[in-house]
């Protein structure tokens, strides 16, 4: 890099000296230092934009700031944050943001690599399912929400119909509160798992050829093969495809808003949904605030693993940066 | 590997069958739907079998619905037309902003440069509201709220990270001796990233700019959050319509087709670019 830059350097400094002034390549070299920057500024700023939001969130986080009672309005530090902690709506809201975050992303785990497995060779019937698989994930996930609203209608919802056949009869699905965390959670698996599936298809397809062909002659049984071979090697393919997945599930808003808007009851009160509700509903900005800064610490958290697993695959993909 | 059995082949058919059943069956039921009438719909065992209608749709596109308590007017093609516009002029201007930025980022060993990357791919994972929340009592105070441009501005959170870590991947992949060379020849910086650099990434940047529509046009939150009525897309549009409209069935279905046919068509044109555009151009296939 530094050889090249040198050579064009010089080249440039070469055809300038037989154009015009001595102060042109000193103007010349400091725009070309300020480049990079100059071409990344103006997708900056619309950024920035963006990130004052961010710190006006974590201010309102601190205060009592309810929207029908202005005069309140005063700075609190953190007794939003320590009220939370006797609050059970609270509790509710982190441990059901939590199961549905684990069930989806299990499930959906499961079911990518188990459908990425019978796909595995490129053949023509495989290649054209697994695009087949793209529509799901490619359909917006609160129209999905809708059309599953509507196969699980009561009266005349398909899936009503089949389960009566057998044998459940008023099946309630979303607005029942036993079951209605395992509608949206269908729901989530079926835009969600192809999305696990293609990448670990792709990563599968990735693997190398040689200690498959080496386990084929010698013999050795399938099981052994999956659990030592082909699971250990796909491996960073699961975690960033499971991280990705933990960190957009655990802000799961579209499907549940949907569906069900929380409900029944506060079954579904995940975070987004709650804090939602707490701003437009009970206008309280403080404790929707605090929800919500709650909810980022633990993205936070959880996007740095991902990054730093995702910048392995990139590296391994495209040779080191 | 190679021996197959004829019974692991029947047991592998029969996975496809059920899992392409599955994933399949919801939109081959609501595209039935969306030609049925109310009366056909309610029918009890549902039936494969019935005389299709248009009329579900000919509501929809003269925006006329007639329910039991009268004619109500619905919105819905506004909906669409808005979905079309937010999401297309996001994407252009995300490419304007986006594609020198990546190509800043591929090129140049810079301060801040790594930093900055990673700041706007950070906005991929940070919990929409938290920003969202904020903007809308501050749109209110710039009078943004009923206006696309404060829409486009926000849909820049969505597309920008996906064009910029795309596209950057492209360049990288692309050999700098090529620039070189045509600079070398007395080309200027500009030229140079227009005629050579910008042509060679072509296909990233068709795949990063598709993806980023698809993603923009599926978005729900933002705009329930900070548009207004009649700025609305599709995904929050057919949610008022069913609230709005009730029981009519076949509409909703039809509103649900008409809404998500674009992008499903556009994955399907897109295929080939989808897995690399979904992992953020991590896995190379």
């Given at each position: ?208 050829k040689q200690p498959f062909e080496a386990a084929a002659l010698d013999g050795v ?23 990705f997945r933990l960190l957009d599930s655990i802000q799961q808003f579209d499907i ?66 | ?285």
């Open positions: 890099m530094a050889l090249t830059d040198s050579v064009r350097s010089s080249m440039t400094t070469a055809t300038q000296h037989s154009q015009t002034a001595t102060r042109a390549p000193a103007r010349r070299r400091a725009l070309r230092q300020a480049l990079p920057y100059l071409l990344s500024l103006p997708a900056l700023l619309v950024c920035i934009g963006i990130l004052i939001p961010f710190f006006t969130a974590v201010y309102y986080s601190m205060m009592r700031f309810r929207l029908n009672l202005p005069m309140l309005k005063g700075f609190i530090w953190f007794d939003n944050y320590i009220s939370f902690l006797s609050d059970g709506a609270f509790w509710n809201t982190l441990s059901i943001s939590l199961i549905y975050a684990f069930v989806t992303v299990t499930g959906e785990l499961i079911l990518g690599l188990g459908i990425a497995l019978l796909l595995v060779r490129p053949t023509r019937l495989n290649n054209a399912v697994s695009i087949m698989l793209l529509l799901p994930l490619m359909t917006a996930p609160a129209l999905a929400a809708l059309m599953w609203k509507l196969m699980t209608n009561p009266n005349f919802g398909i899936l009503s119909y089949l389960v009566s056949l057998l044998g459940f009869e008023n099946f309630k699905w979303a607005s029942d509160p036993s079951t209605a965390l395992l509608t949206v959670v269908l729901v989530d698996i079926w835009v969600y798992t192809p999305f696990i599936m293609i990448l670990l298809l792709a990563g599968l397809r990735s693997l190398p049984p399938r099981s052994f093969v999956f659990f030592r071979i082909t699971l250990p090697m796909l491996m960073p393919y699961i975690i960033t495809a499971t991280l549940i808003y949907s569906m069900t808007q929380g409900g029944p009851g506060d079954r579904l009160m995940v975070f987004q949904v709650q804090s939602y509700l707490e701003f437009f509903q009970y206008t309280n900005v403080g404790r929707s605030a605090a929800l919500l800064i709650v909810l980022w610490a633990i993205t936070y958290a959880l996007s740095n693993l991902f990054i730093k697993h995702w910048l392995k695959l990139r590296e391994r993909a495209h040779g080191p940066a | 590997m190679n021996q197959i059995s004829t019974f692991e082949r029947i047991v592998r058919g029969l996975l496809i069958a059920l899992v392409l059943l599955f994933f399949l069956f919801p939109i081959f039921w609501i595209l039935l739907m969306s030609f049925q009438t109310n009366e056909q719909i309610l029918r009890i065992p549902p039936s494969l079998f019935f005389e299709p209608t248009l009329q579900n749709y000919v509501a929809l596109l003269t925006g006329r619905l007639q329910t039991a308590a009268g004619n109500l007017d619905i919105a819905f093609m506004r909906n669409l037309g808005n979905s079309l516009l937010l999401s297309t002029s996001s994407v252009l201007l995300a490419l304007a902003l986006g594609v020198p930025a990546a190509y800043a980022f591929a090129r140049y060993k810079f301060r801040l440069g790594e930093s900055i990357a990673f700041t706007l791919l950070s906005f991929r994972f940070a919990p929409p509201l938290l920003v969202l929340l904020p903007l809308s009592l501050f749109f209110r105070q710039l009078h943004l709220t009923d206006t696309y441009i404060g829409l486009i501005w926000v849909y820049q959170l969505i597309c920008l990270p996906l064009i910029l870590w795309i596209v950057r991947g492209y360049f990288e992949d692309i050999s700098p001796d090529i620039e070189h060379a045509y600079r070398i020849s007395g080309h200027g910086w500009w030229k140079t990233f227009r005629k050579i650099a910008i042509p060679l990434a072509r296909p990233g940047i068709a795949a990063a700019g598709l993806l980023a529509f698809i993603f923009a046009w599926n978005n729900f939150i933002f705009a329930l959050i900070l548009a207004s009525a009649s700025k609305q897309p599709v995904t929050v549009g057919a949610l008022a319509f069913v609230t709005a409209s009730g029981i009519q069935y076949g509409q909703i279905a039809a509103a649900i087709v008409l809404s998500v046919t674009p992008t499903l068509l556009l994955a399907l044109y897109a295929q080939r670019y989808l897995v690399e555009g979904l992992s953020l151009g991590a896995v190379k296939g």
